[in-house]
């Protein structure tokens, strides 16, 4: 499992600590002496994978980022429960699978009127080297396929996200939610499928808008004919 799973920058403090390359139950030993500030390792590891196993699970990145907090407190709260019987990042990633799911039944409970759509703008940082119009596709493909994706259905979003976008192996994956590995590579085939055949209608809707001539162009060109062969004839 590495050990640097997160893309946070490292925390300027204790630099004795975070120059080590240490392990996770090596870092989870030091909170459980006391060594508090240690936890900040934890969450710059993990936030990313975090943020996209919450975000998979519910509709909004600001809840997303409010599910995050709640589970490091809960995991913090139960640390000396983790018994390194698998992984702690496989541990933490049940928790947070668990806050996520656990708010997702509590607003379907609470909520009376359907949710108005969020547009979400996917992970990653933009390159300040690339123009404007190179960079205006990219975020126009980053929506399309945070959309593919947000369209799959709760339980294979979670398991695509898992193996697809984190890269988790699939026994990893079957840990963190508690599935058989065989489930697992049946939910990733369908949404794979599914992805395959959101994505294709979309381009097939876009393909449709490729090489359009009508309008002033169709019209210019008949215009243009017509005018010839007046000439010519």
């Known amino acids: 499992m590495n050990r640097r799973a997160g893309t946070c920058d490292e925390?300027?403090?204790?630099?004795?600590?975070?120059?080590?390359d240490l392990e996770d139950v090596e870092v989870v030993l030091?909170?459980?002496?006391g060594d508090v500030a240690a936890f900040e390792l934890i969450m710059r590891r993990y936030n990313q994978r975090l943020f996209r196993v919450i975000?998979?699970?519910?509709?909004?990145?600001?809840?997303?980022?409010?599910?995050?907090?709640?589970?490091?407190?809960?995991a913090f709260e139960h640390l000396r429960q983790f018994e390194g019987r698998s992984a702690f990042s496989t541990w933490l990633t049940k928790i947070a699978v668990y806050e996520a799911t656990a708010r997702r039944r509590k607003q379907r409970r609470l909520r009376l009127v359907?949710?108005?759509?969020?547009?979400?703008?996917?992970?990653?940082?933009p390159s300040h080297n690339r123009d404007a119009a190179q960079e205006a596709c990219l975020n126009e493909l980053r929506h399309v396929l945070t959309s593919a994706v947000d369209a799959l259905p709760p339980d294979l979003r979670l398991v695509f996200t898992l193996r697809m976008?984190?890269?988790?192996?699939?026994?990893?994956t079957a840990e963190c939610l508690s599935l058989t590995p065989?489930?697992?590579?049946v939910r990733l085939h369908r949404s794979r499928s599914m992805l395959q055949s959101w994505i294709d209608q979309r381009i097939g809707e876009e393909v449709r808008q490729l090489y359009v001539f009508a309008g002033?162009?169709?019209d210019r060109v008949v215009q243009?004919?017509?005018?010839?062969?007046?000439?010519d004839h």
């Open 216 to 218: 002033e162009h169709c």
């Open 114 to 125: 359907a949710p108005g759509n969020v547009e979400v703008d996917a992970m990653g940082s």
């Open 182 to 185: 065989s489930n697992v590579k």
């Open 30 to 33: 030091r909170v459980l002496e």
């Open 165 to 172: 976008i984190e890269g988790l192996s699939t026994n990893q």
């Open 55 to 74: 975000r998979s699970i519910v509709d909004d990145e600001a809840e997303a980022e409010d599910i995050m907090q709640e589970a490091y407190l809960r």
């Open 11 to 20: 925390p300027g403090e204790s630099p004795g600590l975070f120059k080590e």
């Open 224 to 231: 243009t004919v017509l005018e010839r062969l007046t000439r």
